[in-house]
C-alpha cells in the first residue's frame, strides 16, 4: 500500500513531515474522499535532502517537467510561487493506480508551530505525526 510505503521511507530518512489535508482529516476520523497525500515538511536544506532520498527509493517524479532535486533549492521554490503561483511539489509513483503526493512549498504557517502541536500515531507500527485540529482538540 503506498501509504504505508511513502510513511516507512519518510521514518526510515528521519524525515520532520505533517501529514495534513483529506488524508489528515480521515485520520482523525472523519469520511472525506481524497485521492491525494498532502504533507507539510520543515524546509531547511538537511530535512528537504532527506525527503528527496525517500522520494527516490520510492520512485517518485514529479509532475512538472522539472527535476527531482530541483526542489532541494530554495531559490528555485521561490520563483515557483512568485512567478508561477505554485502552492505544491506534487510527486507521482510509477504505478498510475498510486496517490499523488503533494509537499506544501510555502505552507500557511511557520512549520514549527505546526510541529509543536502535532499528535502521533502509531498505524502499523510506523509512527507519523499529524495535526492538531485547529482548535486544539484530539
Do not use: C
Amino acid at each position: 500500500m503506498f501509504y504505508l510505503e511513502l510513511f516507512r521511507a519518510l521514518q526510515q530518512e528521519e524525515v520532520r513531515y505533517l501529514v495534513v489535508g483529506g488524508l489528515a482529516v480521515n485520520l482523525y476520523g472523519v469520511e472525506r474522499a481524497t485521492m491525494d497525500v498532502d504533507l507539510m515538511l520543515a524546509m531547511d536544506q538537511d530535512n528537504v535532502g532527506r525527503f528527496l532520498k525517500a522520494a527516490r527509493a520510492l520512485g517518485l517524479a514529479p509532475i512538472a517537467p522539472v527535476p527531482l532535486d530541483s526542489f532541494a533549492d530554495e531559490a528555485t521554490r521561490s520563483a515557483w510561487i512568485e512567478q508561477k503561483h505554485m502552492v505544491v511539489f506534487a510527486l507521482r509513483a510509477t504505478d498510475p493506480a498510486a496517490p499523488t503526493l503533494d509537499v506544501l512549498i510555502q505552507p500557511p504557517l511557520p512549520f514549527d508551530d505546526a510541529w509543536s502541536r502535532r499528535v502521533e500515531s502509531d498505524i502499523e507500527a510506523l509512527k507519523k505525526a499529524r495535526r492538531l485540529s485547529e482548535d486544539g482538540k484530539n
